[in-house]
C-alpha cells in the first residue's frame, strides 16, 4: 500500500477518505520511528480498557514526549498509581453539582454572544462564539479574571499544539509550549497563593482544598493540573463547537430536523462528537508485552490510536459515513471521542453541556444561518483539529 498521508496539512479539511483507506487496507499501519498507528474501532476501544496499554514504559518513559519530565506532567499524562490518586483527588472538586452549577453562567453567555452574533450580517463563528463561549466558562470556573483572558487564549493554543506527538512538532512548537506552561504555571502560581489567602467559590480554590485520608494535591500537582484543565476544557470544546456546526450547514437536511425536534440535542451532540471528534488520536505505550490485531508488542512500543477513524468502522457503526443526528436515540455503540477506560474524559460532562446549550441555541435562534465559503484554513494540529475560522452569514 502506499504511504500514509492522513496527517499532512493538505488533508486536514477532510482527512476521513484517508482514514477509510487506511483502515480498509490494515488495522495497523507502520509509521516513520516503529510507532503502530491503530485504524479500527475494536482495537482502539481494546487499547484504551487495557491498563498496560500506559501512557509511559514500564520504566516512566515516554517516546512520544521525552523531553517532558514526569514532574512536569498532569495527571492525563501519568499512569497508575500516580493517575489514580491525582484523579481521585481532582473528581473531588470536578463534581457533577459543580458542572450542574454552571449551567446559567453558560446560558447567559451562549445568550449575550448570540444576540451579538445575530446583529451582524457576517461573522466568524470561531472568532464570535466557539472560541470566546468555553474561554468565559473556563476562567470563570477557575477564579481568573476577565482582563487576564487574552493570556489564556495565547498559552491554550501553544499547548494545544504540544498536544501532537513529539515527532509532529517542530523545535519551535515544542519550544512554545514549554513556555506556555511554564508562562501558565507563573501565573497560577501566584492565583493560587491568594486563594491560600482568601479562598472564593472557584476551582482553584476547590483543588486547594481537597484532602482524601491526609493525601492532598501538591502545588506542583495543582500547576500541573491547571494545565491540564486550560488546554483540555477549552480547545477540545471549541473544535466540537465549530466543527459541529460546519457539519450542520453542510446537512441541511440535518439541520432542519434538529431545528424541528425537541430534546434531539443531548443525542445530536453524541452523533456531531462521534462524526467529528475534536481529539483525532490518542497516544499509548506497553508496559511490557501485549497483544494487539492479533501483533506482538513489547516493553515500550508505542502506538498512536486512530480515534477519528474508529469513529466511523463501518463494523461498528451502520453507514458511519452519514451523519444521523437520530443515531444515539436508540441503541449504538459508543464513541470513543472522550476516549475510555481509567482515562476517559474528566471533562467530558462539562462538554457535553457546553456544546448542548451553545448548538442548541444557535440552530433555533439562527434560522437562515448558512456557509459563507468552503474555502476554509485549518491549524496544523493533528491531535485537536479546527479550523482557523468559520465565516457564516446570518441573514
Not at 149 to 165: I, M, T, V, Y
Not at 255 to 275: F, G, K, S, V
Request: charged share 25%; glycine share 6%.
Amino acid at each position: 500500500m502506499t504511504a500514509f498521508a492522513g496527517f499532512d496539512l493538505e488533508y486536514r479539511a477532510d482527512p476521513y477518505p484517508q482514514y477509510r483507506a487506511l483502515r480498509e487496507a490494515t488495522p495497523l499501519y507502520q509509521l516513520p520511528g516503529g510507532v503502530s498507528l491503530v485504524t479500527r474501532y475494536e482495537d482502539c476501544a481494546a487499547a484504551l480498557s487495557e491498563t498496560k496499554w500506559g501512557r509511559a514504559d514500564a520504566n516512566g518513559f515516554n517516546p512520544f514526549a521525552p523531553e517532558l519530565s514526569h514532574e512536569h506532567l498532569p495527571f492525563l499524562f501519568l499512569d497508575p498509581p500516580d493517575h489514580t490518586r491525582l484523579r481521585g483527588l481532582v473528581s473531588k472538586a470536578f463534581t457533577p453539582r459543580m458542572i450542574a452549577g454552571l449551567r446559567p453562567l453558560i446560558e447567559s453567555t451562549v445568550d449575550e454572544l448570540l444576540t451579538e452574533l445575530l446583529a451582524a450580517d457576517e461573522a466568524d463563528l470561531v472568532e464570535s462564539f466557539a472560541y470566546p463561549l468555553p474561554l468565559r466558562v473556563i476562567c470563570a470556573m477557575l477564579g481568573v479574571p476577565a482582563r487576564d483572558r487574552p493570556l489564556f487564549g495565547g498559552w491554550s493554543s501553544a499547548l494545544a499544539r504540544g498536544l501532537d506527538p513529539g515527532p509532529l512538532l517542530s523545535p519551535s512548537e515544542r519550544d512554545a509550549r514549554a513556555h506556555a506552561m511554564q508562562d501558565g504555571k507563573a501565573y497560577f502560581r501566584d492565583l493560587l497563593a491568594k486563594r491560600r489567602a482568601e479562598p472564593a467559590d472557584d476551582l482553584v480554590s476547590a483543588l486547594a482544598a481537597v484532602e482524601e485520608q491526609g493525601d492532598v494535591l501538591t502545588e506542583s500537582e495543582l500547576l500541573n493540573t491547571f494545565a491540564l484543565l486550560l488546554s483540555g476544557g477549552f480547545e477540545t470544546t471549541v473544535s466540537l463547537i465549530a466543527n459541529g456546526t460546519l457539519a450542520l450547514l453542510r446537512n441541511p437536511g440535518q439541520l432542519a430536523l434538529w431545528r424541528e425536534t425537541p430534546d434531539l440535542a443531548p443525542h445530536a451532540i453524541e452523533e456531531l462528537a462521534r462524526y467529528e471528534p475534536s481529539v483525532q488520536i490518542a497516544a499509548r505505550v506497553a508496559q511490557g508485552p501485549l497483544k494487539l490485531a492479533g501483533h506482538a508488542f513489547g516493553n515500550g512500543d508505542g502506538i498512536v490510536l486512530l480515534l477519528a477513524s474508529a469513529n466511523r468502522d463501518p463494523e461498528a457503526f451502520e453507514d458511519p459515513d452519514r451523519l444521523d443526528l437520530t443515531r444515539y436515540t436508540r441503541p449504538a455503540p459508543a464513541h470513543l471521542s472522550f476516549a475510555k477506560g481509567i482515562h476517559f474524559c474528566l471533562g467530558a460532562a462539562l462538554a457535553r453541556l457546553e456544546v448542548e446549550i451553545a448548538m442548541d441555541a444557535l440552530v433555533r435562534r439562527a434560522p437562515g444561518i448558512e456557509l459563507v465559503t468552503e474555502d476554509l484554513t485549518y491549524l496544523p494540529n493533528v491531535s485537536i483539529r479546527r479550523m482557523r475560522a468559520l465565516p457564516v452569514r446570518l441573514r
